[in-house]
């Protein structure tokens, strides 16, 4: 009778205690699973694996991630100080970093040797060509669940509950799946110096293109070049003048969606649609007046934000980076302004911003699952305010919470430029819009066709060139390339 008894109390207590493993590995914030125990090969041993609460990951499996870090406008030191609160918390996972400015080379290098043990488990920026024929070919790890993941210190609440409006939506489908995942914002246009603006009565918000012709007119008539950008780098005009400015025109003429599907997958025409034309008409008659900095075909990215530090220009075309990548050279009592290009002839019109998206991007597929998870569990802990925060202070990056970019408190602690952004879009009511495409085009005749047009942006900046011709024949080369992609 006891033995029986002795029995039964035994294999409840063993229930309960494997009940309650498993409970432990399904609990918390739901990011990933795994089995709550596992038994020992040793005869006659079991062994419970611990876990974190939170995310179910084994405690005691040590687990070392390769970070490929692209270190551009923001730096690196907000990703160490993060890394370093990331593996106090989980003292088993080993953070590897390589860093370099030239991430896209390394990049390319790894992929192209085709060893995926050598290949980093995650990295912030993508190789030359692009991600998409990555995707295509299953290199990357699919992200659409980090979205619903928990956030470290709003355990209530989603990635998706929390992060900026339009972010999700903006982030790219590839074959119906996101493979990427950005832990910041970004938005382009022209910054400046708000001082010189206020001791000069310039139009710090003009609403119309008119009223931005005419603020650039008021600012060559007192003798200051109106807009800069690096023409060694002349895909900088982007930030103020690309895709965002056809969307804009788009969305005026009444076909804003169809034209970004158009634009997703290149279907024709592209180069020579009506509001391609359009936006490169404006940005060409500009020139012809002379509002682009003269000396721009020598000038670096760098040295173009210069010009605008040290008053030989009013404006510069590039994205919120421009005061963290500037702070040794900015004198302290300096404050960035910011606008953007108004294309619209009626403030009853939607002003389109350019958007970006940066952070931790993409992960390798082809990487353990254990790894895999651990990569996005880093990546969620880059959410975590005190991170997010830091990284907008120190750093100037656009945080993706919106409970930060939402909280005056905080707010106040950011960059002047990020500060001007975020004042902007709310003034303005604008809408902003991540550029990207869904499909992938190998055919050189595409990489000739974006050759030309770079070729000749800064000519057309100069009023040197007329961009109709040039764009006439870059059409006919992606045309090519199309009709290549189809066969």
Request: glycine share 6%.
């Amino acid at each position: 009778m006891f033995n029986t008894k002795m029995k039964r109390w035994m294999s409840a207590g063993a229930a309960a205690i494997l009940s309650a493993t498993m409970l432990a590995a399904c609990g918390g914030n739901g990011n990933t699973s795994g089995p709550a125990s596992s038994p020992s090969n040793s005869p006659g041993q079991s062994a419970e694996v611990e876990v974190y609460p939170e995310n179910g990951l084994p405690k005691n499996e040590e687990v070392t991630l390769k970070v490929g870090y692209f270190i551009g406008g923001y730096g690196r030191e907000w990703f160490d100080k993060a890394v370093e609160s990331f593996t106090k918390k989980y003292p088993n996972v080993k953070i590897d970093i390589t860093a370099s400015s030239d991430m896209q080379t390394i990049l390319s290098t790894k992929i192209s040797a085709g060893n995926d043990k050598d290949m980093f488990d995650l990295f912030n920026t993508a190789p030359a060509g692009g991600v998409v024929s990555l995707a295509e070919a299953g290199k990357l790890e699919p992200m659409d669940d980090i979205w619903d993941y928990k956030l470290p210190d709003v355990p209530d609440k989603t990635v998706k509950d929390l992060s900026m409006p339009g972010m999700y939506e903006s982030t790219p489908l590839i074959q119906g799946k996101r493979y990427e995942f950005a832990i910041f914002t970004s938005f382009g246009g022209l910054f400046y110096n708000k001082k010189l603006f206020e001791e000069h009565g310039w139009n710090q918000n003009p609403k119309t293109w008119e009223e931005f012709k005419q603020l650039l007119a008021d600012i060559k008539a007192d003798g200051i070049a109106p807009i800069t950008f690096p023409g060694i780098h002349p895909n900088y005009h982007t930030w103020a003048f690309g895709p965002a400015k056809n969307f804009e025109l788009a969305d005026i003429n009444g076909h804003a969606e169809q034209f970004i599907e158009n634009y997703k997958t290149y279907t024709l025409p592209q180069y020579t649609s009506p509001e391609t034309v359009e936006t490169w008409t404006r940005f060409y008659e500009l020139g012809k007046l002379g509002y682009f900095a003269e000396g721009l075909p020598a000038l670096t990215h760098t040295q173009s934000q210069m010009q605008v530090l040290q008053g030989q220009a009013a404006m510069v075309s590039t994205g919120t980076h421009v005061e963290n990548e500037m702070k040794e050279a900015t004198p302290a009592d300096f404050e960035w302004g910011y606008m953007a290009v108004p294309f619209r002839d009626s403030e009853d019109q939607t002003l389109w911003i350019r958007s970006g998206t940066t952070g931790f991007n993409y992960i390798w597929a082809a990487k353990p699952d254990l790894n895999k998870k651990w990569a996005k569990e880093l990546i969620v802990w880059l959410l975590h305010l005190d991170n997010q925060q830091i990284a907008a202070e120190e750093a100037g990056a656009l945080p993706m919470r919106k409970d930060l970019t939402e909280d005056p408190s905080r707010t106040v602690n950011l960059t002047s430029s990020a500060q001007a952004v975020l004042k902007y879009i709310a003034d303005n009511k604008a809408h902003t819009y991540k550029a990207s495409r869904s499909v992938s085009i190998s055919d050189p005749n595409l990489a000739q066709a974006e050759k030309l047009l770079n070729e000749n942006i800064v000519k057309f900046a100069l009023g040197k060139q007329d961009p109709k011709p040039i764009l006439e024949e870059a059409e006919k080369l992606l045309t090519k390339a199309v009709e290549a992609a189809k066969k």
